[in-house]
């Protein structure tokens, strides 16, 4: 059993991971880059920019010192998000303890290296870290409020699956182990991207026919990639594939849907970005999702519609009629 754990990131989930944590009675402290905005999530016991109207533990510690939070450490948490965690670890890399595992709770693949967060954190903290990946249909809210969710932890070492799985279960939450790391990453990136396009699809009222279509379509074009870049088949129907796709294509709270929605409704990308404060990761997943179709060959029909939609200026009503023009396949 984990004694001291760390958490780094003062967003949604590691708020409410940090708040799981202090009522299983294990010690938990958070630590987030911006000091003053940890000081005023500590001051009001409140995560107000992310996590707003969910009282804080009293046991919750708040450590902005970069050697501190590590120090005493036998877990840490990483929940930065994908795209600016190579800044952040570079940035926490000399105190970091090799032999302490890290749980990443990251969603997305790095633009430019195409790494997933396992991989990212292996690239700038060393080839022989102890890594596991927890995922799943985890809605920060829904957690916070505790109904009934599970999860999934991906780790080659069955035994400290095992350990983390027992780490973060609860009587509300119930966590499985897998030891498919690539696959369990690659599908709680990639259902960003049609996270996207279920809220557009939702945005212009185009019927439950569509959202039928695009789920059952979009899951096959994420099996194929997965399939390609080494991952196990049955991965994408699990928790990490299957099941946060639907929740994340489904959720009104979803960040992701909720941009792609107001893309359906008619703001441009830059319009709906705007309207949120918080990170849109499928944006970026987006990037990376199209140029590893080029690299491994593989068709993805809707994710190159999104980003056509978002980086070229596609309308989403040609966008849609170019998908539907497709030559007549097989299923």
Same mark, same amino acid.
């Given at each position: ?12 989930? =590691? ?5 799981l ?31 707003? =109207?969910?009282?804080?533990p ?11 939070i ?6 840490? !948490? ?8 190579? %800044? ?70 069955e %035994?400290l ?25 690659l599908a709680?990136?990639?259902k960003? !991207? ?10 212009? =009222? ?14 096959a074009?994420?099996?194929?990639? =997965? ?16 099941g946060?796709l ?6 009104p709270s979803g ?14 990308a830059?319009q709906?970005?705007?309207?949120t ?17 080029? %690299? ?15 980086f070229?200026?596609?309308?989403? %009503? ?14």
């Open positions: 059993m984990f004694k001291n754990i760390s958490i780094i990131g003062d967003g949604a989930m =590691g708020t409410v991971l940090a708040m944590l202090c009522e299983k009675n294990m010690p938990a402290r958070m630590w987030g880059y911006d000091r003053r905005q940890l000081k005023q999530i500590e001051s009001g016991r409140e995560n107000k920019k992310f996590l707003p =109207g969910y009282k804080l009293e046991t919750l510690v708040f450590e902005s010192d970069d050697e501190r590590m120090a005493g450490a036998d877990l840490i !948490v990483s929940a930065v998000p994908c795209q600016f965690m190579r %800044q952040i670890w570079g940035r926490l890399k000399n105190h970091f303890p090799k032999d302490v595992p890290i749980v990443s709770v990251a969603k997305g693949i790095e633009n430019d290296t195409l790494l997933c967060p396992s991989q990212i954190l292996a690239d700038v903290l060393g080839e022989d870290i102890k890594c596991v990946v927890l995922s799943g249909p985890t809605i920060s809210d829904e957690l916070a409020r505790k109904l009934p969710a599970t999860a999934t932890v991906a780790c080659s070492d %035994q699956a095992k350990e983390v799985q027992y780490t973060f279960s609860t009587n509300w939450l119930r966590v499985y182990t897998n030891t498919d790391i690539i696959g369990v990453e709680g990136a990639m960003n !991207v049609i996270a996207i396009a279920a809220g557009i699809v939702e945005g212009m =009222g185009a019927g439950n026919n569509a959202k039928a279509a695009l789920l059952s379509r979009g899951l074009e994420i099996t194929r990639l =997965g399939i390609a870049c080494g991952a196990r088949p049955q991965t994408f129907a699990g928790l990490s594939g299957l946060d639907v929740t994340t294509c489904i959720s960040r992701n849907r909720s941009f792609g929605e107001r893309i359906g409704k008619g703001q441009t830059e709906a970005q705007q309207a404060e918080s990170v849109i990761e499928g944006i970026a997943t987006c990037e990376s999702v199209v140029a590893l179709g080029r %690299q491994y060959n593989v068709e993805m029909p809707i994710t190159r519609a999104i980003y056509e939609i978002l070229e200026g596609k309308s989403v %009503q040609a966008a849609i009629a170019d998908l539907m023009k497709r030559q007549l396949k097989a299923e």
